[in-house]
């Protein structure tokens, strides 16, 4: 019933900015938090950014500063903008929403639903 599609992925050179769209269809309710994972090549997926059910973000010590999470709840919309970007933001970004309580928001086993992905490439 609900699904995600990530957009907004591509090659820009060190130091430019790249905006990522997640949208959620068939998504009617309020009480919800999202997030943004990545996972380079041969690497682990690692927390990039959360926006809770309140609009209170986090977000992972490596892109403080650089990126910034919203949501825009007309459009049913996450948005990752991210600046400044360094070669070692390579990787596949994936966008996932929960509905689960209790649970902490850098964890991917506090979300329910994860989008296909979209590869974002960095070169020097």
């Known amino acids: 019933q609900v699904h995600l599609v990530e957009s907004g992925g591509g090659l820009v050179q060190a130091g430019g900015s790249l905006r990522l769209s997640c949208a959620a269809s068939g998504r009617t309710f309020s009480w919800y938090h999202d997030g943004w994972f990545r996972q380079a090549a041969g690497k682990e997926r690692e927390f990039v950014a959360a926006i809770g059910w309140n609009g209170i973000t986090f977000y992972a010590d490596s892109v403080k500063g650089r990126f910034t999470i919203s949501r825009d709840n007309a459009k049913n919309t996450v948005i990752l903008q991210m600046n400044s970007l360094r070669p070692e933001d390579t990787a596949v970004y994936y966008c996932?929403?929960?509905?689960?309580?209790?649970?902490?928001?850098?964890?991917?086993?506090?979300?329910?639903?994860w989008g296909q992905g979209t590869q974002v490439a960095v070169s020097s």
């Open positions: 996932a929403t929960g509905w689960k309580t209790g649970g902490v928001y850098k964890d991917p086993l506090n979300y329910d639903l």
